[in-house]
DNA sequence: TTACATGCAAAGTATTTGCTTCGCT
DNA sequence: AGCGAAGCAAATACTTTGCATGTAA
């Protein structure tokens, strides 16, 4: 992976950013100050970042994908009226293999969880 | 809603047809005996029998949805290989709430699992 | 120097929408 | 008859790709 200022930009602002950015979100806060920044860009960096394990997707169903910064086993909360993700830790005496049990109809490789809510900001809002 | 030719041929299409067709493979079964059939009126169709509670959608990122006729609490697992979906029981004994434990970073109202991995089909074909 | 990365625009995929016409009820 | 539904094409949203040019090593 050759260095570049473009993928030293783009993993700087995402370690700035909070939450979960999205390629376009991460894109339009370096735009201002670097005009010929291109999405395709920042789209493509963002895919080898995560390809090499230095960031972690955040697939969401109707919605683009965002980008975790942390890599530790947790779950992900998305919140159904601002669309926010949270981070869920993981109980470390309960694993979700326990939960679902044998899989015997297929060989089982990974889970992906999803915990949809409404987040509690939103919920003070009411 | 009012009964149409197309619905009814829509939902006969999906209980015949085996495990979890997505619109287009619908849309395709029934193409042939009725050419003027748009797959529009197939999206429009399957996503009302979704808000109606007649069928389920299977949402798996960077994969068109697929559509359950089996509405009974189940998990869903997806080949990596054949992209096939497989219908895996949920243990009665233990829920996946059990498993989570209390969220209290937001309220939660459903959760979303996806068990990935390789079916039995593809693991043989090795 | 040379191969990989970028920028731009165009293409791609899955799905929805606007609008006219059709056909249930 | 009237209004919800279908058909068609165009629009949409997000993301990837082709290709010419730039630039790190």
Redesign the pocket.
Known sequence: ???????LMIIDAIHKMDGHP???EIYLSLKPD?P??????V???L?EFCERGLLRKVEIPN???RFDKHLNTHFHGVCERCKKIINIPARKEKSLQDCIGMVKEMEVTRYNLLIYGICNECRDQE
């Open positions: 992976m050759r260095q570049t200022k473009q993928k999205s390629a376009e670097n010929q920044l291109s999405l395709a860009t789209y493509r960096n895919n919605e683009p994908v």
